[in-house]
Structures are given as structure tokens and as C-alpha cells.
């Protein structure tokens, strides 16, 4: 059987995720945490009542419900007391993982030693991977295999995080639900499971009408986007599940971990997509009924929308909630990896050759370099190459304007090529 890359962002195969789902909820975030600066209906709740988040300049931490400003220092001896904190993020802003490190590093530094790490970024399965991680049983490439098999978005976005957590020894919990118990409730509905599947399910709570009219506006205007036909209301309602699904569990790993002997005398720091913790009626408010005890949301917020990516704001109406979308706001720039990382440019199968070009995309530093459909890749720079991701790990470690030295086999004839890498956005 052979298995198909293409060399540049992603190691992970594309059937894990469910895309119509994933791009709903980028669709939603946009409005959570890109802010609605260029929306024609200014969103009341998004908003405190005594100031505009989108008036805000860039560095700026605002505490919503009493529009009054505070300092980092300030910010972080508030959290201190606070069981949980949960921090959002756009997946994709750098500057929204800085933001999360900071307020890691601040609960760290009044917490030493009691603090934990909840991350949505890793499937529940993948616990003891992170612990052998943290115990130093895992070396880096290994672990990054296992990152990119849970995870679409880069590494580095999350890099400094997770190495803050490794240094200080803060345990890593995985919150999050397995992809095929997703897969399989975004096919077959509740209805369409069997007794065995089912009972992998937590407790799933639809009676939240503010998360259900929130979802609700996304899966509208998405599902709209090209039709003027209302949305299939049984599509919805296989959505929600979902979504439910993805919310439910990763309350319940919060809840889990603190009641374990391991977290019971422990603060968490929760990291996870704007929309899960945004308002409070994702993650936060399901841990609250399992786990009542006292908890912070701090949403990082942007005007910026990222090159290419304008229709994150099209073809939805945010409804007007009555809630806060957190309790602070921390508005920063738009920040991406792109321009600082490099991509070969090919799209790799594995046949009995070895590691085989079967595609190289036109203009990228494969092509520049002369690299050719057919070429078998054997080492970069006296690295063997066994598998797909040898190539893919070793090519990460490249920066823009790196040279390598890749050895193929042409047509079953030893040759070398120089290459010279490209960022993953050039002209």
C-alpha cells in the first residue's frame, strides 16, 4: 500500500478530520477572535459595556466585564487563584501562543510545581506518548511524529509552549475526543451508533441555547455560501453532535485529571480554539457542571484576517448574545509561521524504491533544484531516508535560504542535487 505526502505543512493524513466541521468552526472563530471590525452588524456581546474591543490597540489587556485596562503583572496575579484558566487561540497566530505562554509562565511562577497543561491539540489516545515525552523516554522526532499524526497546524506554533512545559516538568494532559469516534458520529449521527461506540460517549448537554444559536449561525451561512437553499436541519443537528462531542470531552479530561490523584491539588491552564472556551458555553460552562469551581477565560483577540483567508468573514450573521466573551482580552497582532519556514515542494509515495517523488509543484525549491517525478530520495545532507517523515522532519529543521544536499536514485543511478529552500509564502 502506498502512502501519499506532499512535503510542506501537514504530516497528517486528511480523512482524520472532518472538514465541513473544521471549517464551520474557523468560520465562527473569525467573528470570536479576528473581532468584527469588518462585519456590518457589530456584535453587542462581543463588545464590553463600557467599551469597544475593537477600539483596543494591539498589546492591550482589557477586563470585559468593567472596560477598565490591566497590566500583564496585574492580569496574571488575578488568574493566580483561579482553578482553571482557559486561554483561546486562533490556531494559526503566533502571537495568540505567546499570549498562552505568558499566562502559562505567570501560573508557573505563583504556582511552582502545581500547575498542569490541558491542551485540545492532542487525542485523549495519545497520553502516554506525553508522558514518555515528559519523562524523557520520547526523543523530539518521535514525539514530533506523534504531534503531527493529532494535529493539523505546525509545530512551531505550539513549540515554546510545550518546551516551557517540558523544562519546568508541567504534565501535559490530552483532552480531546479519538478522530474515529468523530469520524463516526459525523457520518452516522447518535442514532447510527452501536451500543459499543455509544458508550465512548460522555454525557453530551444540548440544552445550551446560546452555543446552539452560536453554531447554528455558522452552519447556516457556510452551509448558504454558493445556495439559496436553507441548510438540511438534520445536517445541523449531526454538527452539533459533534461539536457537542468535541466539547463534552475535553471537559471531561479537564474534570478527570483534577479529580485524579495526580491533578487534585493542581491549577490548570486549558488551551484550546477561540470558539470552545469564547462565552464560556463550550468547554468551560460543561466542566463547571461536572466540576463547579472557580475558572478565568482570556480570549486573545485580533482585527488583522490573514492573507488569503477573507472568507472567514462571509456568509455568516453573528446572532447577539447576552453573555461576555471572556472575562479578558488581549488584543494583539496577526503573526504566522509562514514566511520563516520552508517547504521542498513535493509530494512524496513509498513503494518498495524507497521514498518516491510523485509530484513536484511547479516554481518550489524541488523544482528549482531539478528534482523530477520518478527520483527516489535516500538522504538529505548524509541523514538517511527510510520513511515519508525522515524527509518531512529534516526539512523542518531548514530556514529560509538553507541549502541541503539531497541523494537520489534516477532511474536507478546514484545523483546528487543541491537545494536551496524557499519559505512557504514567496514571491
Not at 468593567?66 to 487563584?81: M, P, R, Y
Not at 447518535?190 to 461506540?197: A, M, R
Not at 479529580?259 to 460543561?286: D, E, K, L
Not at 477565560?297 to 472568507?311: A, K, S
Request: aromatic fraction near 8%; hydrophobic fraction near 40%.
Amino acid at each position: 500500500m502506498q502512502f501519499a505526502e506532499k512535503q510542506n505543512v501537514c504530516y497528517k493524513s486528511p480523512e482524520v478530520i472532518n472538514r465541513t466541521v473544521s471549517l464551520i468552526i474557523q468560520v465562527w472563530v473569525a467573528f470570536l477572535i479576528l473581532g468584527c471590525a469588518s462585519s456590518h452588524e457589530v456584535l453587542v456581546s462581543q463588545d464590553s459595556p463600557y467599551r469597544s474591543i475593537d477600539s483596543l490597540k494591539v498589546g492591550t489587556i482589557l477586563h470585559v466585564p468593567t472596560g477598565l485596562e490591566v497590566s500583564k503583572l496585574q492580569l496574571f496575579d488575578l488568574l493566580a487563584d483561579r482553578r482553571i484558566v482557559y486561554v483561546g487561540e486562533a490556531h494559526t497566530n503566533l502571537a495568540h501562543h505567546q499570549v498562552q505562554l505568558e499566562i502559562l509562565q505567570g501560573m508557573e511562577a505563583r504556582h511552582p510545581g502545581r500547575v498542569a497543561l490541558g491542551m485540545e491539540m492532542f487525542n485523549r489516545s495519545a497520553q502516554p506518548v506525553l508522558d514518555r515525552w515528559m519523562a524523557g523516554d520520547l526523543d523530539d522526532k518521535s514525539f514530533l511524529k506523534e504531534w503531527y499524526a493529532n494535529w493539523t497546524s505546525e509545530y512551531g506554533y505550539y513549540k515554546a509552549i510545550l518546551e516551557f512545559a517540558h523544562e519546568k516538568k508541567i504534565p501535559v494532559v490530552a483532552l480531546n475526543a479519538a478522530d474515529e469516534l468523530v469520524r463516526d458520529l459525523s457520518e452516522k449521527g447518535l442514532e447510527g451508533l452501536s451500543e459499543e461506540i455509544r458508550k465512548q460517549i460522555p454525557d453530551l448537554d444540548p440544552n445550551d441555547p446560546f452555543h446552539r444559536q452560536a453554531l447554528a449561525a455558522a452552519f447556516r451561512g457556510h452551509a448558504r455560501m454558493g445556495s439559496a437553499q436553507e441548510p438540511d436541519p438534520k445536517a445541523f443537528d449531526r454538527f452539533y453532535q459533534t461539536m457537542l462531542l468535541w466539547d463534552e470531552t475535553m471537559a471531561q479530561s479537564v474534570v478527570e485529571y483534577l479529580n485524579s490523584p495526580s491533578g487534585q491539588n493542581r491549577y490548570m491552564v486549558v488551551m484550546a480554539g477561540g470558539f470552545h472556551v469564547g462565552y464560556g458555553f463550550g468547554i468551560p460552562r460543561r466542566v463547571f457542571r461536572r466540576l463547579p469551581v472557580n475558572y478565568a477565560i482570556v480570549l486573545p483577540q485580533t482585527d488583522e484576517i490573514p492573507e488569503g483567508r477573507e472568507d472567514l468573514r462571509m456568509g455568516v450573521v453573528p446572532p447577539k448574545l447576552p453573555l461576555y466573551i471572556a472575562d479578558f482580552v488581549w488584543k494583539t497582532r496577526f503573526e504566522n509561521l509562514e514566511d520563516k519556514q520552508v517547504r521542498l515542494g513535493v509530494f512524496l509515495v513509498k513503494t518498495e524504491k524507497g521514498v518516491t517523488i510523485r509530484e513536484v509543484s511547479p516554481g518550489s525549491s524541488a523544482d528549482k533544484a531539478g528534482l523530477k517525478a520518478g527520483d527516489v530520495i535516500t538522504a538529505l545532507d548524509d541523514e538517511q531516508i527510510k520513511e515519508t517523515f525522515d524527509l518531512t522532519y529534516l526539512v523542518r529543521q531548514k530556514k529560509p535560504g538553507d541549502k541541503a544536499l539531497l541523494k537520489i536514485l534516477r532511474d536507478n543511478q546514484p545523483k546528487e542535487v543541491e537545494v536551496t529552500f524557499q519559505p512557504l509564502i514567496h514571491p
